[in-house]
């Protein structure tokens, strides 16, 4: 998701994830970020050592994963909203 999208629908993500406790969810992972600041990382990974995503099951520090494997959670980031 991009990070306009949870900007503007902070009330409802709050709500929704609420709910997903209240209804016994035990855990929860959410990692917000543009595509921009992949991209940007991709060129310039010096200024994201901490950048963590997930990848397949497993967090991962985004500029020490494989060039490929940056460019698939690059291409996720292209679908807005819902």
């Given at each position: 998701?991009q990070?306009?999208?949870?900007?503007?629908?902070?009330?409802?993500?709050?709500?929704l994830?609420?709910?997903?406790?209240?209804?016994?969810?035990?855990?929860?992972?959410?990692?917000?970020?543009?595509?921009?600041?992949?991209?940007?990382?991709?060129?310039?990974?010096?200024?994201?050592?901490?950048?963590?995503?997930?990848?397949?099951?497993f967090?991962?520090v985004?500029?020490?994963?494989?060039?490929?494997?940056?460019?698939?959670l690059?291409?996720?980031?292209m679908?807005?909203?819902?």
């Amino acid at each position: 998701f991009q990070t306009s999208f949870f900007k503007e629908n902070m009330d409802k993500i709050k709500l929704l994830f609420k709910t997903y406790f209240k209804l016994g969810g035990c855990q929860l992972m959410v990692t917000v970020i543009d595509s921009h600041a992949l991209e940007d990382a991709m060129v310039h990974p010096e200024k994201y050592p901490d950048l963590i995503v997930r990848v397949s099951g497993f967090s991962a520090v985004f500029v020490n994963l494989d060039r490929e494997v940056q460019k698939e959670l690059l291409s996720r980031t292209m679908h807005e909203g819902f």
